[in-house]
């Protein structure tokens, strides 16, 4: 401690068009992430990443003076999901579990940490839930929320949800002004906002990282929308022992479609100090 954990959806890879056609982001998005100098980064769209023996994974390497802990792909051919970190003093990877990588369609696997000032191991999971149906995304999310609750009691699950948040004070956009597509998967017929993950979650005591600190400090702004659709999708849960470390949540621009977020990790009477708990 103290600790800092981004998640990114990239953007077909942040190298790429959606047709599949040269567009190197890259370079930008690098820099973005460099105005945070992460330890932990999770990383979801790795479209080609693994291409050309994994070419553009070393580039993050070395662009980002990070290590990666592993990329898995689940059912796609294309997509995956990255997770690297800083190696420093104070902070170690323990283990890469990948057992239950095919439970989401894009892949899940948890990274397990030994960090100073934790009892036991920290267990961090980036995702990128379906957006085929709302049921379907809250089954992936509840098989995640239970890999990162296996372990030592410390973990953090975030990245892309595809979901309403269970909290977006008030902030949703009309059922009208999205896709078709977002709408059948987020909103019911009667174009309320469709909360089932974030419900789920919260009964399963995890702790949505950005409404706990707007709750306890009045900062509504973090609650703003992270992707295109204006929905918060991007969202940081942490468990229940994790909680009280929780220092600081916050949105970065990107040149990616998507804000980045990030989380800030502390001793518990430094969370107490920022509001945090």
Known sequence: MPLTIMSLNLRHGGTQDPHGQPDDRWPAI?????????????????????????????????????QSVGIVKGRTRTAGNALLYRPRPGIAVSEWATDYEQEHRTGLAVALFKVDGLSGRLAVAGVHLTTTTAEATATEAMCAATRVLAYDGHGVLIGDFNAHPASDGGGAPHAAMVTPLVRVARYDPAGHPIRTVGQALTRAGMVDAAHHLASLTGDVSLYGPTGRSGIRVDQAWLTPALSPHLTAYQRVRTASDHDAIVVSLGAPEDAKNRGGV
């Open 30 to 66: 690098a820099a973005d992430t460099a105005t945070v100098r992460p330890d932990i980064l999770c990383l979801q769209e790795c479209h080609g990443w693994s291409d050309r023996l994994g070419a553009q994974l070393y580039r993050a390497e070395r662009d980002l003076g990070m």
